[in-house]
């Protein structure tokens, strides 16, 4: 009973997850490529629950205005005289709504000149909080098509291998094993490599799919042969061969729904490890580039020694990576109880 | 024997897959090394016409491919074109340093995870057991990158540890005992991350194999003649549950070897990790496929070697060999 409960607290967190992000223009504050050259490397704004005189705002809480300090640059104070109410249900930029309906109205926001930014600024100024957001629909996607992809190729593989076996088995075991010798990321950086490298964002991201999903498909297809080659050898599908039931019928209707649940534990292992495949590379500058954020492109200004150093809200974007990870691994865990 | 011949021959065929694959996509992908010079406006065109016959790449891809296994015979693995150099030296100069980490971090690794396991498999409910679980899910919801970011930050905000390299500026020219004490304090952080990146596994699969066993009839057996509780864990216990670790070991090299290429990229140890990113942005592919088969041929070597251990380890297999 409580395993059952834990599971469904799972769902709904990554359900809320993959909604926050999808409708991540609603809830950003700001536009991705909004820069306030003004404020670069601002920490993360302070929200106020009482201002200057000791009123408390529990309902509206306030956000007071960021200044430079003039003696040193990149630090900054905040003007405790100047607070401003966050406001819900604001107008603020031009966005489209899972990429279809044109609408300016966001979630909060406060007036200008006074900004909201949770997570603090990058290098040019540009909300962190919103970035992430928007990034995790190149993260997440990447992570789902390329997952979608790499148990299409296995499912495929697998099947004909262990249904057709023979030499079609042992050519695809051995190719697979090939896949499987080689340390992943190794495989990722060669398939890379070989791929051109001054592409723009959106090629990139259908090049990231490619890469990623090729790479991984030997394990799937191995587990799914495995359940193949003892289910074709069930009585009732030997039965419904008897019956003249042709290897396509047999396959769809009797072999193909036993590997079920190995494909859905598959999927959940497979998605948070391709999603950090993605996140690895854009990391390295081999996967989505500038301007488009994704979670691993928007990590790498940290590689930069003085922004690690000074500006420790860059690294926030990666510690808001460890519960999504975290819910996933739970959820392949539980699936996993189930199985056995 | 004969199956570790068997083995031994299946490696040579993973390597030659290896490295015949990456030709024919090198030869599948568009652009190269030379279409990047060519952009550059200061080399001229008849230049790079005449350093692609250089180097031979004007041949066609079978030709190519029977030279470059020549070279690999020779020992040369090829010839880099962004560092004019033969690429085997150029890679163990830097896969030396990468076996350092890969390899003090292995054992470390299982020095912990034994006894980890060992003692959270005897104790199911026991407090060592719960953390353990507790201590594993955390680590593996953190993927390598954000404990090594999150390390180095740590070590540089509270001016821990050494970071970055391999030695300090100031250690140059110190005696043997100097630079060594140099190197294991470059050393911490590094292999801090890959340790804490492979524990998660290695502790899991102790603990499954240890349970296993210990609800076999045999070892409930020896627990009703009265057999110590530690003579039966260790004694009776953990020889039989090694199989599957020992296997695990040679499997867990992949993943080690991966995560040290991230680790190296970003506490910027000089490894093969570094060379490797900048090889691929250079889109020097002799080096590319050099690295990528030396990482297979390290990983072939683990299973190998595991084969090997088993073999030592397990009767059962050396009576299954005789037979």
């Known amino acids: 009973m409580k395993a059952k409960h834990g599971m469904a607290i799972l769902l709904i967190f990554l359900g809320l997850l993959h909604l926050a992000v999808f409708a991540a223009g609603f809830l950003a504050p700001y536009d991705v490529a909004e820069q306030d050259r003004e404020l670069p490397f601002a920490p993360p704004t302070r929200i106020h629950f009482a201002d200057a005189q000791g009123t408390i705002h529990l309902l509206r809480p306030l956000v007071c205005l960021m200044a430079e300090n003039s003696a040193q640059f990149g630090s900054y104070y905040e003007d405790t005289r100047k607070c401003f109410p966050i406001h819900f249900l604001v107008h603020g930029p031009q966005y489209k709504l899972v990429g279809v309906f044109a609408t300016n109205l966001h979630l909060f926001g406060v007036d200008p000149p006074a900004r909201l930014f949770l997570m603090g600024t990058d290098a040019y100024g540009r909300d962190l909080f919103s970035r992430f957001l928007h990034g995790g629909q190149i993260s997440l996607a990447a992570g789902l098509l390329a997952t979608l992809l790499s148990l299409g190729i296995g499912i495929l593989l697998g099947t004909a291998s262990g249904f057709h076996g023979g030499w079609l088995d042992a050519v695809i075991m051995r190719f697979g094993e090939i896949f499987i010798a080689l340390p992943w990321l190794y495989l990722l950086f060669a398939l890379r490599a070989f791929l051109p490298l001054n592409i723009n964002p959106s090629q990139a991201f259908l090049l990231l799919i490619a890469v990623i999903g090729s790479v991984g498909w030997a394990r799937p297809a191995r587990l799914i042969r495995g359940v193949v080659l003892s289910g074709k050898e069930r009585h009732y599908v030997l039965a419904a061969r008897m019956f003249g039931g042709s290897g396509l019928y047999l396959m769809r209707r009797h072999i193909l729904p036993q590997t079920y649940s190995i494909i859905l534990t598959q999927a959940v292992l497979l998605i948070p490890q391709y999603v950090l495949a993605e996140v690895t590379l854009s990391f390295l500058g081999l996967g989505v580039g500038e301007p488009e954020p994704s979670w691993g492109n928007m990590l790498a200004s940290v590689q930069q020694y003085h922004v690690l150093v000074s500006y420790w809200w860059m690294l926030l974007p990666g510690i808001a990576l460890i519960p999504v990870f975290l819910s996933f691994v739970l959820l392949a865990n539980a699936l996993q109880a189930r199985a056995t | ?323």
């Open chain 2, 1 to 323: 024997m004969r199956y570790l011949g068997l083995r031994l021959l299946q490696s040579m065929f993973v390597l030659l897959g290896v490295s015949l694959l990456s030709f024919v996509f090198v030869e599948l992908a568009p652009g190269n090394f030379f279409d990047e010079m060519r952009l550059n406006p200061r080399i001229s065109s008849s230049t790079v016409t005449n350093l692609r016959k250089q180097y031979g790449m004007d041949r066609p891809l079978p030709v190519r491919y029977f030279r470059w296994v020549e070279s690999a015979a020779n020992g040369e693995l090829g010839f880099s074109f962004a560092y004019n150099a033969p690429v085997a030296p150029l890679l163990w100069a830097r896969a030396r340093n990468t076996l350092l980490l890969t390899g003090s971090a292995t054992v470390l690794a299982w020095l912990i995870a034994l006894p980890l396991g060992i003692l959270s498999a005897a104790r199911q409910r026991g407090w060592i057991a719960q953390a353990c679980e507790l201590f594993t899910t955390a680590l593996l919801a953190t993927p390598d990158l954000l404990l090594a970011l999150g390390l180095l930050f740590m070590a540089v905000h509270f001016h821990w540890l050494h970071t970055g390299g391999m030695f300090s500026r100031e250690s140059a020219g110190q005696s043997l005992w100097g630079l060594s004490k140099d190197l294991a304090a470059h050393m911490i952080l590094p292999v801090t991350v890959l340790v804490l990146g492979s524990l998660p596994l290695l502790l899991k699969h102790t603990r499954a194999a240890m349970l296993e066993v210990l609800d076999s009839p045999y070892v409930r057996a020896s627990r009703a003649l009265g057999i110590s509780r530690g003579r039966i864990l260790f004694r009776h216990a953990l020889p039989a549950a090694i199989n599957p670790l020992v296997s695990l070991f040679g499997f867990s090299l992949g993943s080690l070897l991966s995560a040290s290429l991230l680790t190296e990229v970003v506490m910027s140890w000089p490894g093969l990790g570094p060379l490797l990113l900048e090889a691929v942005l250079d889109r020097d592919i002799y080096v590319v496929i050099g690295a990528v088969l030396f990482s297979t041929l390290l990983l072939v070597f683990g299973t190998l070697l595991a084969d090997v251990l088993l073999f030592a380890a397990d009767p059962r297999i050396r009576t299954e060999d005789l037979a």
